[in-house]
Structures are given as structure tokens and as C-alpha cells.
Nanobody, 121 residues
Framework: QVQLVESGGGSVQAGGSLRLSCAAS????????MGWFRQAPGKEREGVAA????????HYADSVKGRFTISQDNAKNTVYLQMNSLKPEDTAMYYC??????????????WGQGTQVTVSS
């Protein structure tokens, strides 16, 4: 059984930083992506960043390029999202997902429960 547990969310002022972690159990890195997605109230879930299980190829949404960095520690089965220069529009529930493709939510098989990120101006 695959379990994804996110941590690291919180409240921060604009310009600040947070690092999200996603600990995976029961999931084997393979020829699929792990990704971070977010959903703000009244909006659709959108892809933020994704990393390929083998080789670590990454993809980012245009809105976070240059500010967010996704990385993985295979030994710890953990994926991270370093978020710098945070903006109020980054406020959302952030979800970790696994077994998918690129930044397409519908392609992902496994999801965590989410962690809230709130950025104040």
C-alpha cells in the first residue's frame, strides 16, 4: 500500500521560504514522476513541479520557475519542494503525488493528504 505523507507547510510573509517534504512508503521509484500540486479555494488543482524517478529530470510550472526547486533523496524515499521568494498567490493546499506523468494531475495514481501553505503580503 502506497502512502505519501507531506510536511513542512505553514504561514510565511511574502518573500519568505518554506521547504515541503513528502515521505513515501510502499512506492518504488520507477519510470514515473513524483510531483507537487496545489489547489487554492475555488480553483482547479494545478501542477507545480515534478521529478522523474530515474535520473531526476524536473519540470516546473511557469509561475514557479526560478523560485521553487524539487529534489529527491532516494535513500530516504523522500521528495522535497524548496520554495523561495514566496508570493501571496502561492497560497494553497499543496499535495504530493506519485506514479504519474509530468504535471498532469489526472495521470497520478497516489496522493498525499496535503499541507497548507499561506503567504501573507
Amino acid at each position: 500500500q502506497v502512502q505519501l505523507v507531506e510536511s513542512g507547510g505553514g504561514s510565511v510573509q511574502a518573500g519568505g521560504s518554506l521547504r515541503l517534504s513528502c515521505a513515501a512508503s510502499g512506492y518504488t521509484y520507477s519510470s514515473r514522476y513524483m510531483g507537487w500540486f496545489r489547489q487554492a479555494p475555488g480553483k482547479e488543482r494545478e501542477g507545480v513541479a515534478a521529478i522523474y524517478g530515474v535520473g531526476g529530470r524536473t519540470h516546473y510550472a511557469d509561475s514557479v520557475k526560478g523560485r521553487f526547486t524539487i529534489s529527491q533523496d532516494n535513500a530516504k524515499n523522500t521528495v522535497y519542494l524548496q520554495m523561495n521568494s514566496l508570493k501571496p498567490e502561492d497560497t494553497a493546499m499543496y499535495y504530493c503525488a506519485a506514479g504519474g506523468w509530468w504535471l498532469l494531475p489526472a495521470e497520478y495514481n497516489y496522493w498525499g493528504q496535503g499541507t497548507q501553505v499561506t503567504v501573507s503580503s
